[in-house]
């Protein structure tokens, strides 16, 4: 009798798990995207110069929003501390990222130099390695996953199964949940979760940034690389040229 009532009190109290653990497929995440400064600029005599007068970060709050297995990642607004000069803003602006996961396609708008670039392709696959490390974020238990990208850079997520999208900041993805945290210490940049609401979601704003002869992933790096030839090429310090080439390449192709 005590074994049937230990039993049954046991199937209650895991009933009452499954049910308090909720899975949610609409919600809008809010990010604090963090760049350090000081060590993604250039170290020379102009790039030391601009340092003294910026701040040590530039700090920006991006908005993740998605619903039917379909998302959005946009700017929001800055951080009321960084204060950058225009040249410094308009790209984050105007950038923003849709994904189909379920057709798998990405709907990219990059803004270089003034000018705005939209790629229509597929959604980039990326090898992830899930580690046995985990963390709270927000309240949700994250597993780290570990990834490259470009051939040599890693990323580092903190992702969620709790919540269904396999998403993330930019273009990363591919895990089996959202990304709640990320760092690219290549590129000096951190990406953390500061919010999540799951109410009042407009699902009709989820939709991707359009053009009449949008770029593949193939055709925008073969011009992007034919007008890069030239980027970063005087000074006798080669290796801070190569370091900032890569870093404006990495940016662009994000």
């Avoid at 607004?77 to 798998?104: C, I, Q, V």
């Avoid at 390695?129 to 470009?150: H, P, W």
Wanted: net charge neutral.
């Amino acid at each position: 009798m005590k074994q049937f009532i230990y039993s049954v009190t046991f199937l209650l109290l895991c009933t009452s798990a499954a049910q308090a653990q909720q899975f949610i497929d609409k919600a809008s995440v809010e990010f604090e995207v963090k760049t350090s400064l000081k060590k993604s600029m250039s170290n020379d005599r102009w790039g030391e110069m601009l340092k003294d007068n910026l701040p040590e970060f530039k700090t920006a709050f991006f908005n993740y929003s998605f619903a039917d297995n379909k998302s959005l990642y946009k700017f929001d607004h800055w951080d009321e501390k960084s204060k950058l000069p225009e040249w410094m803003r308009n790209s984050d602006e105007e950038n923003n990222w849709y994904m189909d996961f379920t057709a798998g396609k990405l709907y990219k708008q990059k803004s270089i130099a003034g000018s705005k670039f939209n790629i229509e392709d597929s959604i980039p696959e990326i090898k992830w390695r899930i580690t046995n490390e985990s963390r709270q974020i927000l309240g949700f238990n994250c597993r780290k996953a570990v990834g490259k990208i470009f051939d040599s850079v890693y990323v580092f997520a903190f992702y969620t199964d709790e919540i269904l999208i396999p998403g993330g900041p930019v273009s990363i993805s591919g895990l089996p949940g959202m990304i709640l945290g990320l760092t690219i210490p290549r590129m000096y940049a951190s990406y953390i979760a500061t919010k999540v609401v799951v109410n009042g979601i407009n699902v009709a704003d989820i939709k991707p940034s359009t053009a009449k002869k949008p770029y593949t992933f193939a055709t925008y790096k073969s011009f992007i690389d034919e007008k890069a030839k030239d980027w970063y090429d005087w000074g006798d310090d080669k290796e801070e040229n190569n370091r900032q080439k890569s870093l404006e390449l990495w940016n662009i192709f994000l």
